[in-house]
């Protein structure tokens, strides 16, 4: 006796810019029209409970250096802010790949992954719908959360979204050796003087 063939089911859609990001068994073209073709979401149930806990993402643009961005968990993606009066990522808002290292309870590395990054335009569904979300997780900002998505739009701020997009590096996959790195050159950096003393202090 042979069982009835299961048809995979399709789960919600979601609106970014003017394309349709599904998690489901359906993909779609620049026109948002639904194809023949074959688009899934790329991850692991550890990348997804990663993602849930994260507040701090390191994020590297091609061979720029990993830096450490406040983030939001969101429709299964994170969600970044930067520009104008917010901090600063160098080439994420043009770029169209990125690689996304997330930390554990520990406080180390637990995974890296490979992302899609998708930057939202103001006007559209999805910054409608993400951008008041992330505003309100933005810390010590200035008045409400309409206003800070206004300044955002107005100012040019980017807000991008990092979707999952290939086999991640966990467990065993991640390096062994220390990847500590020196503190890098920054203009706000100041030598510091030594103390001032008011007596000479005798050698003994």
């Not at 590096?169 to 510091?192: N, Y």
């Amino acid at each position: 006796m042979t069982s009835a063939r299961k048809e995979p089911s399709v789960n919600p859609t979601h609106l970014v810019d003017d394309r349709v990001w599904v998690s489901g068994p359906v993909a779609v073209r620049e026109d948002a029209g639904v194809t023949d073709e074959v688009e899934t979401r790329e991850s692991t149930p550890l990348v997804d409970e990663a993602m849930k806990k994260a507040a701090v993402a390191w994020v590297s643009v091609a061979d720029g250096p990993a830096l450490a961005l406040w983030c939001m968990p969101l429709e299964n993606a994170l969600f970044v802010v930067s520009g104008p009066g917010e901090q600063s990522a160098p080439g994420l808002a043009d770029a169209t790949e990125a690689r996304v290292i997330l930390r554990g309870d520990h406080g180390g590395r637990i995974v890296a992954w490979p992302a899609r990054v998708t930057r939202l335009a103001p006007g559209t569904q999805a910054w409608e719908t993400a951008a008041p979300l992330v505003a309100t997780k933005r810390l010590n900002a200035p008045g409400p959360a309409a206003d800070l998505v206004a300044r955002w739009a107005a100012d040019g701020c980017a807000l991008t979204r990092l979707d999952p997009a290939g086999t991640p590096d966990a467990g065993t996959g991640l390096p062994d050796a220390s990847l500590a790195e020196a503190p890098r050159g920054a203009p706000v950096v100041r030598v510091t003087r030594k103390p001032f003393r008011l007596h000479r202090v005798r050698r003994r």
